[in-house]
């Protein structure tokens, strides 16, 4: 996996990191195809452990150009695109 952006929590404690799988590279695309690709989500909890991952739930995967980070600590999760979450607490993944 090739690490692409992280995100922070307001709180400081968690963070979100994107990754694309080495395999993309590989793939060729014909001009005008779009740059989109699929990425894994991963939430860290406040010691750097995984507690949630989209690739515990295929349904929730996710392009790249589609990513959307909002932070919902009152609920205790985070949205990464639209109707697509990962709890805080449980690390289910969600859409």
Same mark, same amino acid.
């Given at each position: 996996m090739i690490f692409l952006k992280s995100y922070k929590? &307001?709180? %400081?404690?968690?963070e979100l990191i994107i990754k694309r799988s080495d395999l993309d590279f590989l793939t060729s695309t014909m001009?005008?195809?779009?740059?989109s690709f699929y990425v894994e989500i991963v939430l860290?909890? &406040?010691? %750097?452990?995984g507690i949630g991952s989209t690739r515990n739930n295929n349904?929730?995967?996710?392009f790249k150009d589609s990513i959307e980070?909002?932070?919902d600590?009152?609920?205790?999760?985070?949205?990464?695109?639209r109707g697509k979450t990962i709890n805080l607490k449980t690390g289910?993944?969600?859409c």
């Open positions: 929590s &307001p709180d %400081g404690k968690f001009p005008g195809d779009s740059s860290k909890d &406040p010691h %750097g452990r349904n929730c995967a996710i980070v909002h932070w600590m009152e609920n205790n999760e985070v949205r990464y695109g289910k993944v969600s």
